[in-house]
């Protein structure tokens, strides 16, 4: 079975600048996640999708993250414009559903200069 | 609210020894408890969970958690500690009426040969 595929693996912007990830949830996987993981903290949710619809965002910086996923399978997360506190790891989770346990993506790692 | 408590930074074993990482958890409702490994450059991997029964959960390469809710913790052990073994595991937690996971800010487990 193929596990949640995530690009790029690593990505070196400048501040202001825009950049975009795209994850591949495992198939079958209604529930997707994106995470950011600071360097030597836990990961934190930034966005949780059901299928096509936005279960929770609550923690998604909205005035320069954003997130979709159009035909509720592959998903892509947007920073414009990117701050040095951006720097981080994102990680795409898939689950079968909201209560199952969650797959992860290798991640990609974000350097703002 | 809900929040996971790791108080090592750092564990260190020599291999072949018992291993215990550490987790306390606080939550109002049932808890729900995961522990996950991150290697190096990779994303996070399912090592078990606890949902209800047995206090004692076994999980994936020889990895076992000790659910005890008196204590509120769940700790992750082993019997015998493997150089392979050598890694960051995250405890994380949610609530059997909530959906979201909510990460310690991991372990740091290294074991000596």
């Known amino acids: 079975e193929a596990g949640v595929a995530q690009s790029p693996r690593y990505k070196i912007i400048e501040k202001r600048q825009s950049v975009a990830f795209w994850c591949n949830p495992i198939s079958g996987h209604a529930t997707l996640y994106w995470y950011q993981q600071i360097l030597g903290q836990g990961p934190k949710l930034l966005i949780q999708f059901q299928n096509n619809g936005v279960v929770d965002d609550s923690q998604l910086p909205k005035d320069r993250f954003s997130a979709e996923r159009l035909k509720g399978v592959d998903s892509t997360l947007k920073i414009q414009p990117a701050k040095l506190e951006d720097s981080a790891v994102y990680l795409c989770a898939s689950s079968v559903g909201t209560s199952a346990e969650q797959y992860f993506g290798p991640g990609t790692r974000l350097t703002v200069t | 609210a809900q929040s996971v408590a790791q108080p090592e930074d750092q564990v260190n074993v020599a291999e072949g020894n018992p291993l215990t990482v550490k987790c306390t958890y606080s939550?109002?409702?049932?808890?729900?408890l995961f522990w996950y490994v991150q290697y190096p450059n990779r994303g996070l991997q399912f090592l078990l969970k606890y949902i209800t029964g047995d206090n004692l959960v076994k999980g994936s390469y020889g990895f076992e958690a000790e659910f005890n809710k008196s204590q509120t913790s769940f700790h992750l052990k082993k019997p015998s500690a493997l150089v392979s073994d050598s890694a960051l595991y995250f405890c994380?937690?949610?609530?059997?009426?909530?959906?979201?996971?909510?990460f310690g800010s991991g372990t740091r487990l290294l074991v000596r040969p």
């Open positions: 939550v109002s409702g049932n808890p729900y």
């Open positions: 994380a937690v949610r609530m059997d009426s909530s959906y979201k996971l909510i």
